[in-house]
């Protein structure tokens, strides 16, 4: 499987100047046995496309090693090939390679011309991160998902909005260039450098793609009742406990002709009320399916045989379920995002996130065999645009390729 994942990346990775990729959040949830997120999946791709000629770098606290070549190449291909390689493989894998950097960390060398790409938030708040690597020739260039501990601190971690701010500052500060999931995020970014009086890097947004195709089939799955779906990591922003207030007083109403809700996603954070609903109401015992550690095979079946995707956000950098659900052809009811207009147009059906009859209306509405709605929307999917990973590739590289060297 290796083998074919490394001639499939050489074929699609065309450049030629020298890549970094930080694996550190990659390494880290996948030794704990999380399944990826968004930004996850995000860095997964980026080794896809440019593992054929990268190398791999490790950090904590400001402090990196550089893996060796084949270090770094047996490191992407086991975390491509997770979770068939294992985690314990992995774990020896990268203690070999961690040992091999460190003793090989008095004769380095210089990777002038050598970008390196990070595409998580993780560590970037240290500028002395940013200087080392610049000591050694390389430029480091981040993708910065979204601004939200700064723009909407109520939905996250009391120390999340000051530990991003620093990360921001730093980024403003220190790196050859940035890159953005969408305009909405550099319009952000933007806000925020000329609040706090920093310059804005060079900048393109390049937006992300998604996991599915157009016209790509999956095996449906089947549930008794009508169902919908709701995707993403269970936390404050996502408005979860709002969507099961929703569906509690639908299940009130109309009782065993209520419409099914699949809940898709690992537990986070700051959303002890939507757990607590998860855990404990039983009106929703029988009506409401949570799917923590849902593999894609699984998830895409559900997409694919549900009446719409659920995504009642109150802020978002992007919204990679919105364009993975259009892709496969699955209606949306989103939120009123100016980033999922971004994306998507005028294609879903869009509320305001507080509006419960608004929301219960739609879904009573969609989950009819013969819904109108429903069908309008399908029709209007004929004009989306599916963002692709290639078309995103493009746009790094043609901004790598004008960044000063």
């Not at 996948?30 to 054929?52: A, C, K, N, Q, W």
């Not at 009506?287 to 956000?313: K, M, N, W």
């Amino acid at each position: 499987m290796t083998a074919v994942i490394a001639t499939a990346c050489a074929q699609r990775s065309t450049g030629t100047a020298p890549i970094t990729l930080d694996l550190t959040r990659l390494v880290r949830r996948t030794l704990r046995g999380r399944l990826p997120t968004g930004i996850d999946r995000v860095g997964l791709e980026y080794v896809r496309h440019y593992g054929p000629r990268a190398r791999a770098l490790l950090s904590a606290r400001g402090f990196h090693l550089m893996l060796s070549e084949h270090d770094s190449q047996r490191t992407f291909e086991m975390l491509l090939d997770q979770p068939a390689v294992g985690r314990h493989a992995l774990r020896m894998q990268v203690a070999r390679s961690v040992m091999n950097a460190a003793l090989e960390i008095g004769a380095r060398s210089s990777h002038v011309g050598t970008t390196l790409l990070h595409t998580c938030h993780s560590g970037l708040e240290f500028p002395r991160y940013f200087e080392s690597l610049r000591r050694r020739g390389i430029r480091t260039v981040p993708l910065i998902h979204d601004l939200i501990p700064l723009t909407h601190p109520e939905h996250c971690r009391p120390e999340s909005a000051a530990i991003h701010r620093r990360r921001i500052h730093t980024v403003l500060k220190h790196s050859a260039g940035v890159l953005t999931n969408s305009a909405a995020t550099l319009h952000s970014l933007h806000s925020e450098a000329s609040a706090s009086g920093l310059p804005l890097p060079s900048a393109a947004v390049a937006p992300l793609g998604c996991g599915f195709t157009i016209g790509e089939a999956h095996a449906r799955t089947k549930e008794e009742r009508p169902y919908f779906v709701m995707l993403g990591t269970i936390e404050a922003r996502k408005n979860h406990w709002f969507l099961l207030q929703v569906w509690r007083s639908i299940v009130e109403r109309i009782g065993s002709r209520a419409p099914k809700l699949v809940v898709i996603g690992q537990r986070g954070w700051e959303c002890e009320n939507a757990l607590d609903m998860l855990d404990r109401c039983s009106t929703l015992g029988d009506v409401v399916i949570e799917e923590t550690h849902c593999r894609d095979d699984r998830l895409r079946g559900y997409l694919q045989g549900c009446r719409a995707l659920l995504f009642p956000s109150f802020v978002e950098g992007y919204g990679m379920p919105l364009a993975e659900a259009l892709a496969a052809g699955v209606p949306v009811i989103a939120s009123d995002l100016p980033v999922f207009r971004e994306i998507a147009g005028d294609i879903p059906e869009y509320l305001d996130p507080l509006d419960g009859p608004g929301w219960s209306a739609a879904i009573g509405q969609y989950a009819r065999k013969d819904s109108a709605p429903r069908a309008a929307q399908i029709a209007r999917m004929r004009n989306f645009v599916q963002p692709t990973w290639q078309a995103h590739f493009d746009v790094v590289d043609r901004f790598l390729e004008a960044l000063p060297r």
